[in-house]
């Protein structure tokens, strides 16, 4: 929607200033309004991205001997009134309950929960670890990561705490998995991808794309640009 604005930003000042071809911006930002909201464009960026890393095996983990499950911050909102799963963002629960999942399975695996808070108070790592105590994890099996603020860094964290020889597991979300991925390659990391909180959904019945216009559209392309930008970004 950025680039929506910036095209009608740019016809509006050429439209006062008579410098012509404003109609070419504002045809421009017609037609990318047109394409991120009514095409399937914005369905397939997102699909390309979270299909790049299937859904973890769990009969093949089964039988791992230990297993540190990294579950990545996904954002909350401190609110003391709330459950702490409830001060969660929907993304961190996602992530969160699938720690919770693979932590079930596999015997001797311990929760570590990352994440900083950007106002210095309760951080997200502490959250999730106080969200998974609540639903059954048991304190000693929750490990903290607390100061890293995005993703290259809390994959550093990780490295610098538990190493790059670990039986490791990263569950983040789907969207957000391959430019994980890419951060742990450059850190020399080699975890079993654990992705979590899927925004399209595949029913074999039921195609995934569409041509109806819809809000929604335009989350999955803001959601999609951002991984695309930091995927170039961590390649550059």
Request: with cysteine.
């Amino acid at each position: 929607m950025v680039l929506v604005g910036l095209f009608l930003l740019v016809a509006i000042i050429l439209k006062v200033f008579h410098k012509g071809k404003s109609l070419i911006f504002f045809g421009l930002s017609v037609f990318s309004m047109v394409l991120f909201c009514s095409t399937p464009l914005p369905q397939w960026l997102v699909y390309n991205l979270e299909s790049k890393y299937k859904v973890i095996n769990t009969e093949t983990i089964q039988t791992t001997d230990s297993a540190f499950i990294v579950v990545l911050g996904g954002g909350h909102t401190l609110a003391p009134g709330l459950p702490s799963i409830d001060q969660l963002s929907m993304d961190a629960l996602s992530r969160l309950a699938e720690g919770i999942r693979l932590y079930r399975l596999i015997p001797g695996s311990k929760l570590v929960c990352s994440g900083s808070s950007l106002t210095k108070r309760t951080t997200q790592a502490e959250l999730l670890a106080l969200s998974a105590i609540e639903l059954g994890v048991p304190a000693v099996d929750t490990l903290l990561s607390t100061s890293a603020e995005n993703t290259a860094q809390e994959i550093e964290a990780i490295v610098k705490k538990l190493g790059n020889q670990q039986s490791i597991i990263l569950v983040t979300s789907a969207i957000h998995m391959p430019r994980a991925m890419s951060l742990c390659v450059k850190y020399g990391l080699s975890p079993i991808p654990a992705p979590a909180s899927h925004l399209m959904k595949k029913d074999p019945l039921v195609s995934i794309y569409d041509f109806t216009p819809s809000y929604h559209k335009i989350m999955l392309m803001h959601r999609a640009m951002h991984e695309y930008a930091g995927m170039m970004m961590v390649n550059f």
